[in-house]
């Protein structure tokens, strides 16, 4: 490395040839842009690696609170209120989506993308989030704000998006504990071709929406910067800390087709830059009306439930037909189509788990669909609402439920997917409940 007159650092490679007896040639190569390239290969593909074995994690453990939470649910309300096994339950039913919340945090890290694609006012979730930091850290704190985006609108998961930015603000918070300052600022920022910043994971060229996190804090060292987007990775005291807000923030960022980066100065604070892709779109999407949910059940109906897992399948069996409804139970997704073939036309709606072995959900929606183009389907998964499930929904998929879910999460998904009009391949994907 040289140091340059600015103060600035390069990375140099130096080349020597002889020339002659007596003379050299000597060349310094400026190699930091690539240099820096490859460190960012690297650590796209580490953090694409931790992402992968996170999702998995999150994805079991979402099928195995899903009968936890639910039954606790059923247990707590089919109780005497306030008796010991009200109580019992509840807590069970409580700590249950404790973990529901840490394993929604691994799938965020895992850039499953957002659950919501809607249009999201960054400068409103902004300034939410300071209302809520103002009620909960020291007076020693200033809070500003420096919003100068002119069009402050993206599209996404508006509750991903608060979540990162309060991440945020408590982290700042953390890191200032004998008070400080922390500013939000937003500009307006041009990617063109060429610009330093493509090397940046998902950014590509195009309008974006940059918001600076920025504190006076203690720094972050550099010893352990490369790794504060890894899951489970903290510099706290135990029990202060779960090592997963960064890296849901990295999630978030990644799933909405963005890029975070920080500076950071021991002693002298940190900032994180955020880019969001910017959309002038979204500002008029957000005054369409939305149609409402439906809340209930709509009558009778013969429901075939098709999961692998076992207490999923027994919990969903049980809310529906606590509900009304007529249930078949199947393990598989061929399980699944003997029972279509068997009685034809015979069932008004599929839970259909999109992971399974042998013949796999999508494969499943595609056959049964081929079978009963009319045939409606509810699609269920321990990973969150992706790519995968979009092509799905505009297939035909009448709507989406991510585990664990609720009875009344799961009476309003059907009712949905039951009251939305039938549509073939080419007809509109059903909104996610």
């Not at 895992?110 to 009620?135: E, F, W, Y």
């Not at 003997?338 to 009685?343: D, E, G, L, P, S």
């Not at 788990?353 to 998964?381: Q, W, Y």
């Amino acid at each position: 490395e040289v140091t340059c007159r600015d103060g600035s650092t390069k990375s140099v490679q130096l080349r020597a040839s002889l020339l002659g007896e007596r003379s050299m040639i000597v060349m310094l190569l400026d190699v930091t842009a690539r240099e820096r390239m490859q460190e960012r290969l690297r650590l796209s593909e580490r953090m694409a690696a931790i992402g992968r074995l996170a999702g998995g994690v999150a994805h079991d453990f979402n099928n195995l609170l899903t009968p936890i939470i639910g039954n606790a649910e059923l247990l707590q309300e089919s109780a005497a209120p306030a008796s010991e096994e009200a109580v019992l339950a509840g807590q069970i039913r409580a700590a249950g989506t404790q973990a529901a919340e840490l394993t929604r945090k691994l799938l965020t890290f895992a850039r499953r993308g957002p659950k919501a694609s809607a249009p999201v006012d960054l400068h409103h979730a902004i300034r939410s989030v300071l209302t809520l930091l103002r009620r909960s850290i020291d007076r020693g704190i200033e809070l500003a704000t420096d919003l100068q985006a002119s069009c402050p609108w993206t599209l996404g998961d508006e509750s991903q998006v608060h979540s990162a930015l309060l991440n945020l603000g408590l982290n700042a918070r953390d890191a200032m504990p004998q008070g400080g300052r922390l500013c939000v600022a937003t500009r307006d920022v041009h990617i063109a071709p060429g610009d330093d910043r493509l090397g940046d994971d998902g950014v590509t060229p195009g309008d974006y929406v940059e918001i600076r996190v920025s504190d006076t804090g203690t720094g972050i060292p550099e010893s352990v910067r490369p790794r504060i987007f890894e899951p489970f990775f903290t510099t706290k005291e135990p029990g202060k800390g779960t090592g997963l807000g960064l890296a849901s923030v990295y999630g978030c960022v990644r799933g909405h087709g963005g890029s975070i980066t920080v500076a950071s100065r021991v002693g002298a604070g940190t900032t994180f830059t955020i880019l969001l892709p910017q959309h002038p779109a979204a500002a008029a999407d957000a005054t369409r009306p939305r149609e409402a949910a439906a809340v209930a059940a709509l009558g009778k109906a013969h429901v075939l439930v098709v999961d692998d897992e076992a207490g999923v399948r027994d919990y969903t069996t049980r809310v529906l037909g606590r509900l009304g409804y007529a249930v078949t139970a199947c393990s598989d997704g061929r399980a699944a189509l003997a029972c279509c073939r068997v009685r034809p036309g015979g069932y008004d709606l599929v839970v259909l788990d999109l992971v399974m072995p042998e013949l796999g959900g999508a494969d499943t929606f595609h056959a049964l669909r081929a079978m009963d183009p009319g045939l409606a389907v509810l699609l269920i998964s321990g990973y969150d609402r992706n790519a995968g499930v979009d092509a799905l929904l505009r297939d035909g998929a009448r709507g989406f439920l991510s585990k664990p879910f609720a009875a009344r999460e799961l009476s309003m998904a059907v009712a949905a997917c039951l009251a939305a009009p039938s549509t073939g391949p080419a007809g509109p994907a059903a909104a996610s409940p």
